[in-house]
Each structure stands twice: as C-alpha cells, then as structure tokens.
C-alpha cells in the first residue's frame, strides 16, 4: 500500500466506531457532567448551584447543547484523532519507533483535534453562559442550532479561532502523556510475556491489560492536562479579553483549588 493507502484505512479504522460511540456518549449524560465541567471552571460557582441551574430546567435543561454541539462534539474526536494519526504516519520517518513513535503520534492526533473541535466547544461555551444569565430560550433546540451562527455574525469569523490554539496544545498534551505512560506500563507485560515465545509471534495482551494500562494512563493524563483544559471556557466565553497566560498566572495564583477547577465533572466526563 502506498503512504497515502494506508493514511485512509487508518483514518477509517481509527475514527470509525468511535465516531458512532462518542455520538451517543453526549446522549447519555455525557453531555451533562461536561457542562458542569465547562460552567465550574468559567464560574467557579458550587457544584450543588450549577446543578440546580441545570436541572431545574428539566429534561432541556440536562441535555443543554447536546443536541447538535454535544453529538458534533462526541463524533468528530474520533475523525479528527484518526485524521492527526494518520498524517503522523504518513510524515514521521521510519526510524521512529516504539514509545517515541508512540508519543509523537498522541501529539499528532491530540493537535489535529484540538483544532477541529474548538468551534462545538465554543457553541457549548455559549450555550452554558447564557443559561445561566438566564435566557429562557437556551435550553431549546432552536437556539442551540444558530448559536454559533449568532456567534459568528456578531464577533467574526476569528471567533472561531479564540481557544483553538490552546485546546490544540492541551490535547496535545493529554494524548503524548496517555501514549507515553501507556506504554511504559505495557512494556514489561510485553517483555514477561515474550518469553518462550516461538521465533516470528507476537506478544498478545489480554482485554484487563489493555484496560487497565489505558485507565491509568488516561487518569493521570486528565490531572497533566486539568490546568489547561480549565481555561477554555474563559477564553471562548462572551466578551473574553484576557489571553491564555494572562490567565494561566491568574490561575496559579489561586493555587490548587483554581488549577484544578472542574477536575472532579471532568473525571466523571471521561469515565462516561
């Protein structure tokens, strides 16, 4: 197969079914935990208020934004994970290999979709913000729909772009740290298992290691990245001014408790 052969297969091997099951994930109350995620770390407010803020306005209340942001949001991880893998593939040279490989290829992927889901990010943003400024009409699916065109005609087109780099970055991250402490943990599994193998097998691991390697790995990922990923929805909120150092040194500033705003939704979101 030529480079170009393979970048398609692995973008459709990649992306495929996580497609179909990060579409359904904002369904089944994905959506919710990140919306408490997203409002905890723009507002700081209790998780019992956000909560109330939430709920009480029923079942349109909970499922906020998930319909499209949340389906949009969930389904396109996986293409653009798959489509970062693959042009990794395709660029990095031969000689790359094993957990250096492995970790370029997170950087990669993490950046490619940090970019491509900033914009259902910044519709999430919006949405949140105006519920609890109390608009009526933001729970409903109308306004969810044209809230980022809204968006768009009233700021610009460079909208789009506020938080993009960031989020490209803090996906980055997240991925080279869950690549690299995935396979530290799976390296002496496959070096114990190798042993008495015949000339030419390959090293099987079993469905418990893959998952527990890929939950801690994932687990201590979302603490690297928690300081990061607290600071979008106060980049893309409305009437932003302040850029990512500005409030990264604010954040320190306010020590632990500021740093890792949201980190308890945001552990419970990716557990979902």
Request: hydrophobic content about 45%; charged content about 20%; aromatic content about 8%.
């Amino acid at each position: 197969h030529s480079v170009k052969t393979m970048g398609v297969l692995d973008v459709i091997v990649s992306s495929g079914s996580t497609m179909m099951a990060g579409g359904l994930e904002p369904l089944c109350l994905g959506k919710f935990t990140e919306n408490l995620k997203m409002e905890k770390q723009r507002t700081g407010a209790p998780y019992p208020k956000i909560i109330r803020m939430f709920v009480s306005r029923g079942v349109p209340g909970i499922m906020a934004g998930a319909v499209p942001w949340g389906v949009l949001l969930g389904s396109s991880k996986g293409l653009f994970f798959g489509l970062g893998k693959a042009t990794g593939e395709a660029v990095l040279p031969p000689w790359i290999s094993g957990k250096s490989r492995a970790v370029s290829l997170g950087a990669f992927a993490g950046a490619f979709q940090g970019v491509g889901i900033a914009p259902f990010l910044l519709a999430s943003t919006r949405v949140n913000q105006a519920i609890a400024q109390g608009n009526q009409a933001a729970t409903g699916l109308g306004y969810s729909f044209t809230i980022l065109g809204d968006v768009i005609r009233k700021e610009g087109w460079q909208v789009l772009t506020r938080g993009m780099g960031t989020n490209a970055f803090k996906r980055a991250l997240d991925w080279v740290v869950r690549f690299y402490i995935r396979e530290t943990l799976v390296e002496p599994i496959k070096a114990r298992k190798s042993k008495g193998l015949k000339a030419g097998e390959k090293v099987q691991l079993s469905d418990w290691d893959k998952l527990w390697t890929s939950l801690a790995a994932g687990g201590i990922s979302v603490y690297v990245s928690t300081p990061l990923d607290r600071l979008l929805p106060l980049l893309q909120q409305r009437d932003s001014s302040k850029d990512t150092m500005t409030l990264l040194r604010e954040q320190f500033k306010g020590g632990l408790p500021k740093l890792y705003a949201g980190a308890v939704a945001r552990s419970a979101h990716a557990a979902l």
